[in-house]
C-alpha cells in the first residue's frame, strides 16, 4: 500500500483500516484518500499551498527513526523519567548514602532511647509509692502530721485512719505491682531489641559504604570524593576495631 503523498513524498502511517478517509498532507497541503492503494489525490486537480504542519491528523509523517523519535518523546512527555528523578536528588551514590547514614542514625539511639525507658518503667512504682503515702498522710489531721502528733492520736482516731486508709493501700499496692511487672518487661525487651539493633546498624554501614565506594567510582568532584574516602576509611577502622577485640562495643556515631 502507497504511504507517500503523491505531491511532495511525506510518509503517513497508512492501514486497511484507513480507506475511504480524507486527509490534508501537513507539508504540502494536498488534500489526499486513501483507498485500496494507498494514498491518491482527492481532487483531479491538487493544490500546493505551504502551510504550517499542524495537529489536523493522527498520522505521523517522517521517515521511520524520526516518527520513532517522535512517539517515543511524546510518551516521555507524560512523567518525568526515572533518570529525571534520580538526577534531581543526586543520583544512586545519594540515595544509598542517605539511607545508610538514616539507619545508622536511627539504630545508634534506639538503645539510648530503650535504656531511658527500661529507666522510667522502673522509677514508676516508686513513684506510685510515694502518691500512696501523701494520700494516707493527708488522712491525719494537719495539726497533726508530725511524730509527736501521730503518737498522740487517738484510738478512735487511729482507726477511722487505718479504715480509709485500707481501700487506698489497696488500690495502691495492685498498681505498684502491675507497674514492677511491666518494668521488668521493659527491661528483658530492650535487652532483645539488642540484637535488631545490631543488625540495622550493620545495614546502615553496608548502605554507607556502598554510597561511598559509588561516588569514589563515579565522576563527583574532588572534595566529595576525599570525604567519600574518609567515612569509608573510618568505617573500615571501627569494623576492625569492634570485631578484632580492639573495642568493647560499637562506638557511637
Known amino acids: 500500500m502507497n504511504n507517500a503523498c503523491p505531491t511532495c513524498g511525506a510518509v503517513y502511517a497508512v492501514a486497511t483500516k484507513d480507506i475511504g478517509r480524507k486527509i490534508k498532507c501537513k507539508k504540502c497541503n494536498t488534500a489526499l484518500l486513501v483507498d485500496d492503494t494507498g494514498l491518491v489525490l482527492d481532487a483531479p486537480v491538487a493544490v500546493a499551498v505551504a502551510a504550517p504542519a499542524g495537529p489536523a491528523d493522527d498520522f505521523e509523517t517522517g521517515d521511520d527513526a524520526a516518527v520513532a523519535k517522535k512517539k517515543s518523546r511524546k510518551y ?20 544509598l548514602f542517605a539511607v545508610g547514614v538514616f539507619l545508622i542514625i536511627w539504630f545508634t539511639f534506639m538503645p539510648v532511647i530503650g535504656e531511658a525507658a527500661t529507666l522510667r518503667a522502673t522509677e514508676y512504682p516508686k513513684l506510685l509509692k510515694h502518691e500512696m503515702d501523701l494520700k494516707i498522710k493527708a488522712l491525719v489531721p494537719r495539726d497533726k502530721q508530725n511524730k509527736e502528733g501521730i503518737a498522740n492520736l487517738t484510738a478512735e482516731e487511729q482507726k477511722q485512719i487505718t479504715d480509709k486508709s485500707k481501700p487506698i493501700v489497696e488500690d495502691y499496692s495492685r498498681r505498684i505491682a502491675e507497674a514492677e511487672e511491666d518494668a521488668e518487661e521493659t527491661r528483658i525487651t530492650n535487652k532483645r531489641d539488642v540484637w535488631f539493633e545490631q543488625n540495622g546498624t550493620m545495614f546502615g554501614f553496608l548502605f554507607l559504604a556502598f554510597g561511598c565506594i559509588a561516588y569514589l567510582r563515579g565522576e563527583q568532584g574532588l572534595i566529595l570524593r576525599i570525604v567519600a574516602a574518609v567515612i569509608l576509611t573510618f568505617m573500615m577502622l571501627v569494623v576492625f576495631a569492634r570485631f578484632g577485640g580492639c573495642g568493647g562495643s560499637m562506638p557511637k556515631l
Open 76 to 95: 516521555s512527555d507524560r512523567g518525568p523519567a526515572l533518570g529525571s528523578l534520580l538526577a534531581a536528588v543526586g543520583g544512586v551514590p545519594t540515595i
